[in-house]
């Protein structure tokens, strides 16, 4: 009989370790690592084993075992009664296999940069409103152009009066779901509609009431833009068989959810890393005057592995599972650690530092650049992300001059699920350029 052998871990009661998780992950991620290593177990909740990993060949294994074996669904499951039960983030197995190649299309890389010019135009819309002179936050500037960017472009929303009501209930509940209610599930009392979950859940009815019109009225059109919604109500499975209008409710709020706070906060860390490193920032306008976006790419890069935001993945064991000398029983949660790959010394020359330089004329080694997870999990618009980040830079860089509102760096801080600038990179327009 093979014995279980977990990696070491603190030993604290497990509400404190997960009250610890959540208030200051960085701190905590950090400590563990220096006390117990390369891989250690904690307690995040009362059921499960939770095993942080941090080296490359113990995340290859994990993601590259099969999707039968380890399963995301269940964890991800705090985000059931909005995102729906066939939301991409919720399935597993063949159900999940076959979600995903369902929405893979709308994402290559040629539909993606069909989008390019509504990324510029969003960004080119909000820049012109920015105040010059006067302190201000560029992280819900940021949500707001990927909000402009997501109604066009997966959406298919041109201006007006349907697009004004999605754009204000989408906002919403984008709002509420980045409240603690949606972190922990000992507060999902909905109160009559009062509290935190109750409003959530109730703005959740009214984004389904409209995003269910909007799927009527568009079945009924006969000639489709090429947005996502259009290429999604053209796909078929296997059988030929559409996709349900759930099926449609559900992916489209996954999308929502998952690309809009992730790319927002990205671009956010990306300017309040790039502001206090002025030699990056002259290279970058130099660079970008003469057309080129190989360093603006790198610096892309090199934010992402300082400042992932989102600070893990994670897969739940429906089977045993070895992992070199260690024996895990199933449902075990195996956690390759993001925020601590991307910081081992070995892997990273001075890791701390932010040096877009690491990413120029060099492909990263397998398994040591994860900001988008990897494996059958890996995030659907990982390319979308990366095309929206670039135009927006773009923009921000060629039309005006910002400088850090402050001169300590903002600390990272939880915000639900993502970890986000403390002052949500608060800049100043020194001067428009054009």
């Known amino acids: 009989m093979t014995q279980t052998t977990l990696p070491p871990g603190p030993r604290r009661p497990a509400f404190v370790q997960t009250l610890e998780w959540i208030t200051n992950p960085e701190r905590f991620m950090r400590r563990c690592r220096d006390r117990y290593g390369s891989a250690f177990t904690v307690r995040l909740g009362p059921r499960a084993d939770v095993v942080f990993l941090t080296e490359p060949d113990a995340v290859r294994a994990v993601f590259q075992g099969s999707p039968q074996d380890m399963n995301m669904g269940d964890i991800n499951g705090l985000f059931r009664r909005v995102l729906g039960r066939k939301s991409l983030l919720v399935i597993d197995g063949d159900e999940h296999l076959q979600q995903r190649k369902l929405l893979l299309p709308p994402f290559h890389g040629e539909r993606v940069a069909q989008h390019t010019a509504a990324m510029l135009a969003a960004a080119e819309d909000d820049v012109a409103s920015w105040p010059v002179g006067a302190p201000f936050t560029l992280q819900p500037r940021m949500q707001s152009m990927t909000l402009n960017v997501i109604l066009g472009a997966v959406f298919g929303l041109q201006p007006g009066p349907r697009r004004d009501e999605l754009r204000v209930l989408l906002a919403r509940l984008l709002e509420l779901n980045t409240t603690l209610a949606t972190t922990l599930p000992q507060l999902r009392h909905e109160l009559g509609g009062r509290s935190p979950w109750g409003k959530l859940m109730s703005c959740t009815k009214e984004v389904d009431r409209a995003l269910y019109a909007e799927i009527a009225r568009r079945r009924e059109q006969s000639d489709r833009p090429g947005d996502v919604l259009s290429l999604l109500l053209d796909a078929e499975d296997e059988g030929g068989e559409p996709m349900t209008d759930r099926e449609l409710r559900d992916q489209l709020l996954t999308m929502l959810v998952a690309g809009h ?127 929206e980040m670039r135009a927006v830079m773009q923009v921000v860089l060629s039309r005006v001059e910002l400088r850090p509102a402050q001169r300590r760096d903002e600390r990272i801080v939880r915000r639900a699920f993502t970890l986000s600038p403390s002052e949500g990179a608060r800049v100043v327009v020194e001067r428009r350029l054009a």
Do not use: N, Q
């Open 261 to 387: 706070e992730t790319t927002a906060t990205a671009l956010a860390w990306a300017f309040e890393r790039i502001l206090r490193h002025p030699d990056v920032m002259m290279r970058l306008r130099a660079e970008l005057a003469h057309g080129e976006t190989s360093y603006l790419d790198a610096a892309i890069k090199e934010s992402l592995r300082l400042r992932p935001v989102v600070p893990i993945t994670a897969r739940k064991l429906a089977v045993p599972f070895s992992l070199g000398d260690r024996h895990y029983p199933a449902g075990t949660v195996l956690m390759p650690c993001i925020f601590l790959l991307h910081r081992k010394p070995d892997l990273y020359e001075a890791p701390e530092a932010f040096r877009p330089e690491r990413f120029l004329g060099t492909t990263s080694a397998p398994y040591t650049w994860i900001p988008f997870g990897g494996g059958v999990r890996r995030c659907l618009g990982a390319g979308f992300a990366l095309a």
